[in-house]
Nanobody, 116 residues
């Protein structure tokens, strides 16, 4: 079973930056879709960014222009670069990888807190 380990969360001031990492125990080339989600207390989980094996990306309107999703196949890692952070970005962030074969793996979550 593939394991996903997330890191990079923390506490930052408004306007600051963080880079989240999601490291897989297998070659991420096997996964055709890689996503980042977030969930804040009292809110539904939402998709914030998406990248395909072909390199296509998509973002939620709330983060477009501020967040960038990327991958490094050699390091089996998916990243989420978060710039110009706002208090409303405060949430637990989760990575999710899906394969052509129906596999569905989630990271353990990493807390991002943005103070005013």
């Amino acid at each position: 079973q593939v394991q996903l380990v997330e890191s990079g969360g923390g506490l930052v001031q408004t306007g600051g930056s963080l880079r989240l990492s999601c490291v897989a125990s297998e070659n991420i080339f096997n996964f055709n879709v890689m996503r980042w989600y977030r969930q804040a207390p009292g809110k539904e989980r939402e998709l914030v960014a998406h990248i395909t094996s072909g390199g296509s990306t998509n973002y939620a309107d709330s983060v477009k222009g501020r967040f960038t999703i990327s991958r490094d196949n050699a390091k089996n890692t998916v990243y989420l670069q978060m710039n110009s952070l706002k208090p409303e970005d405060t949430a637990v962030y989760y990575c999710r990888l899906n394969s052509y074969y129906g596999d569905d793996y989630w990271g353990q979550g990493t807390q991002v807190t943005v103070s005013s």
